[in-house]
T-cell receptor
Framework: NAGVTQTPKFQVLKTGQSMTLQCAQDMNHEYMSWYRQDPGMGLRLIHY???????DQGEVPNGYNVSRSTTEDFPLRLLSAAPSQTSVYFC????????????FGSGTRLTVV | SQQGEEDPQALSIQEGENATMNCSYKTSINNLQWYRQNSGRGLVHLILIRSNEREKHSGRLRVTLDTSKKSSSLLITASRAADTASYFC??????????FGPGTRLSVLP
């Protein structure tokens, strides 16, 4: 089925470890974003991309890196995990934010101990 | 900082009743979107309303937009237990900034 695929679904990290959350879409969408969702906070934008080779920071970028080498993939890297990064992470893509909404992945639940 | 703020934070109704959720925002927008999130799942896009539109319908959903008051409402008619979810508004401004509110938790009781 077409859509946004996130892996892994669950992850436990120790403080200081690094890891990459994977995100792939097969809809040829130009826009891709990473959000984190915390209780009572809604979704907060971490990083986004408007096309291959172009990325920019969102509201809460510290501690995260992204790259966009292809239209399909938009991985999120945690450089040195901290307990404050315990959250649910969502990747989303859109054909055109003027006319279409985002398609979301099913999320990655990350716990940092 | 959050652009959209939903109201109420939580809402419980009986099956068959209508549910109304409101969203207020602060700056000029290009469009406003509503999303649903079932527990433990990703968000699902419901409807998009542009800044030059006042009302839009999709099945049992009715969305209104009042740009003078910087507010929008989502009405779900004849609610079903399956409508139990969190509902989020998201605003897109002319700088392509896309911001979600904290959401409204809707419980539809059988």
């Amino acid at each position: 089925n077409a859509g946004v695929t996130q892996t892994p679904k669950f992850q436990v990290l120790k403080t200081g470890q690094s890891m990459t959350l994977q995100c792939a879409q097969d809809m040829n969408h130009e826009y891709m974003s990473w959000y984190r969702q915390d209780p009572g906070m809604g979704l907060r934008l971490i990083h986004y991309s408007v096309g291959a080779g172009i990325t920019d920071q969102g509201e809460v970028p510290n501690g995260y890196n992204v790259s966009r080498s292809t239209t399909e993939d938009f991985p999120l890297r945690l450089l040195s995990a901290a307990p404050s990064q315990t959250s649910v992470y969502f990747c989303a893509s859109s054909q055109n934010r003027d006319s279409y909404g985002y398609t979301f992945g099913s999320g990655t639940r990350l716990t940092v101990v | 900082s959050q652009q959209g703020e939903e109201d109420p934070q939580a809402l419980s109704i009986q099956e068959g009743e209508n549910a109304t959720m409101n969203c207020s925002y602060k700056t000029s927008i290009n469009n406003l979107q509503w999303y649903r999130q079932n527990s433990g799942r990703g968000l699902v896009h419901l409807i998009l309303i542009r800044s030059n539109e006042r009302e839009k319908h999709s099945g049992r959903l009715r969305v209104t937009l009042d740009t003078s008051k910087k507010s929008s409402s989502l009405l779900i008619t004849a609610s079903r237990a399956a409508d139990t979810a969190s509902y989020f508004c998201a605003t897109v401004d002319y700088g392509q900034n896309f911001v979600f509110g904290p959401g409204t938790r809707l419980s539809v009781l059988p």
